[in-house]
Nanobody, 115 residues
Framework: VQLVESGGGSVQPGGSLRLSCAAS????????VSWYRQAPGKERELVAL????????AYADSAKGRFTISRDNPKNTVYLQMNSLQPEDTAVYYC?????????WGQGTQVTVSS
């Protein structure tokens, strides 16, 4: 199982970024995928979750109305569109999948929001 995040970077407050998580090594369309983030000195927290077909999603309160999670099963990729970014969104963003009794994480992608 491999998860590879990309799309992070530095943006000004109010800006947007689109993160991608490319998956391989398992039957991607069978599993829900989630995005987490970890800011310096803080615990890793759930940002958004998408079901295996993409028809169900859930968001942390901090992400509602600003972030959109989506997936493209033929491309084995999950996306996180982030709009109206604020300094408090600065963190390393990770994608995660749980398969049977194991949890897999990507290496993370850094998002920095600063003026």
């Amino acid at each position: 199982v491999q998860l590879v995040e990309s799309g992070g970077g530095s943006v000004q407050p109010g800006g947007s970024l689109r993160l991608s998580c490319a998956a391989s090594g398992f039957t991607f369309s069978n599993y829900a995928v989630s995005w987490y983030r970890q800011a310096p000195g803080k615990e890793r927290e759930l940002v958004a979750l998408i079901g295996s077909t993409g028809s169900s999603t859930a968001y942390a309160d901090s992400a509602k109305g600003r972030f959109t999670i989506s997936r493209d099963n033929p491309k084995n990729t999950v996306y996180l569109q982030m709009n109206s970014l604020q300094p408090e969104d600065t963190a390393v963003y990770y994608c995660r999948v749980a398969i049977v009794l194991r949890t897999y994480w990507g290496q993370g992608t850094q998002v920095t929001v600063s003026s």
